[in-house]
C-alpha cells in the first residue's frame, strides 16, 4: 500500500523558489547551447553599460538569469543560496511577496553596478579631457563590459533572513564552528565593500552590485516591517 503524503524533494521546494532555480539552470543550459546557432544570449540578455551598442533597459531584468558559462559552479552556488535560505523566506512571507524580493534586489543590485560603472567612466572621461558621452562614442571596448548572474538576489536573500532570523547558528564556510546568521551578513558586508573599494586586478567579481542586493532589501524588509507586512519579523 503507497502512502500518498510522501512528497518528493521537489515537492518540498516552494513554488516561487523551485521555479527560480529551474529558469536559471535552464537560461545557463541555453547559454551554452544556443551559441552553437548563433545566437549569444549573454551578449543579448546581460547587463550592458549604459549607452553602448548592446544596452538595454530590459537587461536590468534579464541580467539576474544569465550567468557564466566558463563553469559550473556560479550558477551552482547562486541556486544553492536560493534554495538554502529562499524557500525560508518564501514560507513567511508567501510567494509573491518573496518573488517580489527577489526581482526587487536583482534590479536593484543591477543599477547599483549601473552607477558604479558610470562613475568610474566619468572620472575616467574627466581625468581625460573628454565628455563621458564622448568617450563612450570613441571607446567600443564599453560594450564588452557585462555583468551577469543572481548573486544580488542571493545577497539581498541572505540579508532578509538575517534579518528575520538574526540569531540561527549557521556554518561559515572551512570555519567548523556556528557563527549567528546577522555577525555572517555583517561580515560579508564589509567583506564586500572592501572588495569593491580595492578594486584588484583580475577581479571579474561585481561586488558592489552584491552590495546594492543587499541595500535594496534592507529598505524593502524595512518597508515591509513599517506597513506590518512581514509577520513581525524583523529585529536586525
Known sequence: MMNQNNSGFLDSIPMVTKNLII??????VASLVLPKIGIDLVQLFGLHFPGVRDFYPFQLVTYMFMHDTHSFSHVFFNMFGVYMFGRILENVWGSKRFLIFYMVTGIGAGIIQELVWLYSVQSFATANGVSLGQLVAADQ??????????SGSVFGILLAFAMLFPNVPLFFMFIPIPIKAKYIVVFYGLAELFMGVANYNGDSVAHFAHLGGMIFGYFLVRYWKKKGLNNGRCVF
Request: proline content about 0%; hydrophobic content about 60%; cysteine-free.
Open 23 to 28: 529558469i536559471n539552470l535552464l537560461f545557463w
Open 141 to 150: 571596448s564599453l560594450n564588452y563590459l557585462i555583468t551577469v548572474g543572481a
